[in-house]
């Protein structure tokens, strides 16, 4: 079982829908949580920066973090086809920088 | 949020070439900076943890002698891929750590390296 579980999709939704993208991790010492957008040949962009359980929200964008069932989310509202992309989840330890990495869920929105 | 500029952003060139990216951090200093690779829609693969004024950490699995890494000032690490073939054609892409153990990794844009 690897230490994060990310569906790769693709995942395609009308443009306006709401999007739910999730990972799932075994590491009950992860407190650090981290979602990243990549669009094709670039780097990854961090979107959301989160610590321990709860929700946080900036924009359209929220995430969500289930420490005790190890899940996090990331949901986008009014989906838009600029938000096509691939969605990276990364969390670590509190004594890490290296965060580890799901391997990325392909979004599409289509108009 | 902070700026790890990343460069050249595309790269193609002959099997046996020694090619060098540069991965700078516009607008901190960064004693730490991560080289990783990338395979088509495969996630990040963490190549090497580059320390300002000390040798690199490679990770398991990746040749020192192949990946060479200077991170020679607290704005700049380069990866050299040292007399390159077509199986070293990939994504690498370079990040920087902000200040502190719990702030997350910012990533420069990639290289896309093509070795005919």
């Known amino acids: 079982q690897k230490e994060v579980e990310q569906d790769p999709g693709p995942l395609s939704v009308p443009e306006g829908a709401i999007v739910s993208l999730n990972c799932t991790y075994s590491?009950?010492?992860?407190?650090?949580f981290m979602w990243y957008r990549q669009y094709s040949r670039k780097g990854p962009e961090l979107l959301m920066y989160t610590y321990s359980s709860g929700n946080k929200e900036d924009g359209r964008f929220t995430a969500q973090v289930d420490k005790s069932s190890k899940y996090i989310s990331l949901f986008i509202r009014d989906s838009q086809p600029s938000d096509s992309a691939t969605y990276l989840c990364a969390m670590s330890a509190g004594g890490s920088y290296i965060p580890t990495f799901g391997r990325g869920t392909s979004l599409i929105v289509h108009p | 949020g902070a700026v790890v500029s990343q460069h050249p952003s595309w790269v193609i060139c002959k099997s046996g070439t020694s090619v060098k990216i540069e991965c700078r951090s516009l607008d901190f200093q960064a004693t730490t900076m991560f080289w990783y690779r990338q395979f088509p829609k495969q996630s990040l693969m963490l190549m090497a943890t580059?320390?300002?004024?000390?040798?690199?950490?490679?990770e398991q699995g990746v040749e020192k002698d192949k990946f060479l890494i200077n991170h020679a000032s607290l704005t700049l690490s380069t990866l050299t891929v040292t007399s390159a073939h077509p199986e070293d054609s990939s994504f690498y892409i370079c990040?920087?750590?902000?200040?502190?153990?719990?702030?997350?990794?910012?990533f420069g844009d990639g290289t896309r390296l093509s070795i005919l």
């Open positions: 580059s320390n300002e004024g000390s040798k690199a950490t490679y």
């Open positions: 590491n009950s010492a992860f407190q650090y």
């Open positions: 990040s920087a750590g902000g200040q502190g153990r719990s702030q997350p990794q910012h």
